[in-house]
């Protein structure tokens, strides 16, 4: 069953000559319960986009539906009821500074009228499943960026929505901690059976926990389906920029080209992978573009190899690779 | 040396005295008036503008405007021109009850400004947070601006104090008591200079204070500061008490 539905949505900044036209034509079904990942570079309108989900921006047209409702023909009123039921978290967490943490996760409850005794009791499950339930007194100046994170999630929750709307939300943590913060919502979906959207530019965000993704090209909507799909066949310029490191297209290679994506997921150590199966296999691979990096001591980033013409050699590479641990390889397909 | 203290505090003391006291009924008087009217002013300002959360170009453009001609007239003139109005509101125009309505018509707008400015700093994130939540124009007034500002409110109320005692010592040239009616009376008038100074000395004094206890307050209040140190240790309060007992 589908809890957002947006159909032919535009949004245009702007009138006459001067008019910035940041959404065109956007079409998206985000399933109850699902992980939906909407990657797209700065500027590609992805934040516009969450926005206009829970109406903080308004449509210049189109029809957004959200567990039902056209959102676009409510009411003030009954559209601050209706946020109650779509919240979100932000890239700089914006908590309430002078609040407690426990303070703050009580505010969407004191806004909607739950009595203090009830919210405080929820509050503080909500940090238990956060797990900073030791930290209820503290202010978030006193916090790391991913517990801050944390209590944004608890404080989003607190309505009980079915979805939550993470705007770019791990962009400003370090990637141990964006991987906890991953793992939390992966949990929290599993758990609470809400529906996560996710607002990124990191590919490695959306591989790790979305189900589905929407490539966002300046307004556009370039591509959408499934994560291994658009990473295994991305079929527009855009999406091969961002699944492909550094944006190399195959289209430059001569035709025939064979070549496999790898991901690195963090492995204990970082393997000179090239060089093993040269040695171990004596198989050549070449190397079409990467985007890797060391990060304690753990390998993440990904490559684009060029496989060997001979068959055997390329089956060979392949599994070899497959068989790393922490390393996850696709063959892409080659568009002629 | 002392002896001229104890000759000059016997003849003067009490004129000093009933000055400073009559200078702080009038400046705390005015200065919760001023907010009384300033904070309304301020919040519109700030949630009307285009960006607020309640975006109306008429009521901003026109708030902004009356705010802008009262911080335009000097003060000394709206003193006397505001006699007529303040008889009839007060019942004279002279003394500490005569400058009040001309201290609050004048600090009014300035407050307004220095609570727009304040506002102005509560991060746009945590509003569009609070409005992702669900809450109403007033709530967001009530239960993010006003509270997230409140370190920021408070330093600028020093301002709006020290502004408005500044405005007693003026307003004291048409006779509204106070120790600026005093330096007027006794220092211009009949040449006792040293009084005049005396006056100027606790004027600074008493803006020394003002400014110390609104600095403290603030930090003390502010949950982005680390609370552990400084804060309590120097408490104005705790201070006075330790030299009151060391003497």
Redesign the interface.
Known sequence: MSIIQIQHLYKTFGTGESAVHALEDINLDIQEGEIFGIIGLSGAGKSTLVRCMNLLERPTSGSVVVDGKEMTALSEKELRLARRNVTMIFQSFNLLMQRTCLKNVCFPMEISGVPAAQAKKRALELLELVGLAEKAGSYPSQLSGGQKQRVAIARALATDPKVLLCDEATSALDPTTTASILALLKDLNEKLGVTVVVITHQMSVIEEICSRVAILDGGVMAEQGKVEDIFSHPSTDAARRLVYPGGVSLEQYPSGTRAVRVAFNGGTAYQPLIASLAIDLGVKVNILGADTREIDGKAFGTMLLGLPDDPNDAAKALSYIRAQPNVSAEEVAYHA | MLETIGAFWAEYGDVLIEGSWETLIMVTISTVLSYVIGVPLGVALIVTQPQGIRPHRGICGVLGWIVNIGRSLPFAILLVALMPFTRALVGTAIGVKGAIPPLVISAAPFVARMVETSLSEV?A??V?????????PL?IVR??YL??A??SLVLGGAISVVTILAYTAIAGMVGAGGLGDIAIQYGHNRGVTSLMWVTVVFLIIFVQIIQWVFNWWSKR?????DQTADTRKFAPLEMLAHFVHTK
């Open positions: 991060d994130g945590v569009e947070a609070a409005q992702s939540m669900g809450a109403s709530q239960k993010v509270p997230e409140m370190p209040i502010d949950k982005r500061l």
